[in-house]
């Protein structure tokens, strides 16, 4: 079993920045892949970054490459997503999981979930 909280959403405007965390603590020796979703309000799940966990590859979905950036630091078993240039429409729960690969990335090859943390991007 793992653990899986975030930290570090909150309310900010447009073209601004938020760092997200992700610690995960439980069984975490075997190597796992870890990433981050997203779900708007009336809107589906949808990938959003993944890392692998030497962090030499990772995936971006299209609507933030350029502007978010995953990283992991497997010494406090931890993955970071820097979300810069904000827009409205990022607006939404962001959740962190873990996945035994970073690619595809996707919900249902999800195998830990967080609670999720509140991004909210005013125009």
């Known amino acids: 079993q793992v653990t899986l909280v975030e930290s570090g959403g909150g309310l900010v405007q447009a073209g601004g920045s938020l760092r997200l965390s992700c610690a995960a603590s439980?069984?975490?020796?075997?190597?796992?892949?870890m990433g981050w979703f997203r779900q708007a309000p009336e809107k589906d799940r949808e990938s959003v970054a993944s890392?692998?966990?030497?962090?030499?590859?990772?995936y971006y979905a299209d609507s933030v490459k350029g502007r978010f950036t995953i990283s992991r630091d497997n010494a406090k078993n931890t993955v970071y997503l820097q979300m810069n240039s904000l827009k409205p429409e990022d607006t939404a729960v962001y959740y962190c999981?873990?996945?035994?690969?970073?690619?595809?990335?996707?919900?249902?090859?999800?195998?830990?979930w967080g609670q999720g943390t509140q991004v909210t991007v005013s125009s």
């Open positions: 999981a873990t996945g035994r690969l970073y690619t595809p990335w996707v919900p249902e090859k999800a195998a830990y």
């Open positions: 890392i692998t966990w030497s962090g030499s590859s990772t």
């Open positions: 439980g069984r975490t020796a075997s190597p796992y892949a």
